[in-house]
């Protein structure tokens, strides 16, 4: 878990060196999956532009601001990720309209990345599949950067019918 904690500080801290001019040139709030890739398209943008502001943003409002815990895993390999993407773009190889996009995975969906799938839950925190789910490597295939995984409650709030605490019955 400390190894985590250190990689997850690592890549905020390196994503957040060059932020300011970011910040300024690469908006990300509220913007749609066409209007990113139309940015890539005109070079107004690449992939590790929208990784790094993507990065900053979860500092600011998950790690620092309102503490929204929302990211519960970032992949140290987003950046590397986008780089490869950028540059498949630039040799004229864009795989569709995904491709170098950010995308964040539920934590109980299985990534390769050097991150756990814990499905929420403690007893899983060290729990690393270096395998993709199928809907994850359909994502890899179209482009998408997987920038990190997103919280939930524990065991995705998975009910059993065979439960004693009587809301089952």
Known sequence: MKMRHIITGILLATAAMPMAAVARTVA???????????SMTAGTASSVDLVRAYLARIAAMDRK???????????PDALAQAKALDAERRAGRVRGPLH????LIKDNVETADAMPTTAGSL??????????????????????????KTNLSEWANIRSTRSMSGWSA
Do not use: F
């Not at 509220?30 to 890739?37: K, T, W």
């Not at 395998?131 to 990190?148: N, T, Y």
């Open 28 to 38: 990300v709030e509220e913007r749609s999956i066409d209007q990113l890739q139309a």
């Open 65 to 75: 601001g309102p503490t929204l815990r929302s990211v519960i895993a970032l992949n």
């Open 100 to 103: 170098g996009v950010p995308v």
């Open 123 to 148: 007893a899983l925190k060290d729990n690393m599949t270096r395998r993709d789910a199928p809907v994850v490597a359909q994502l890899r295939a179209a482009g998408a950067v997987i920038l990190g």
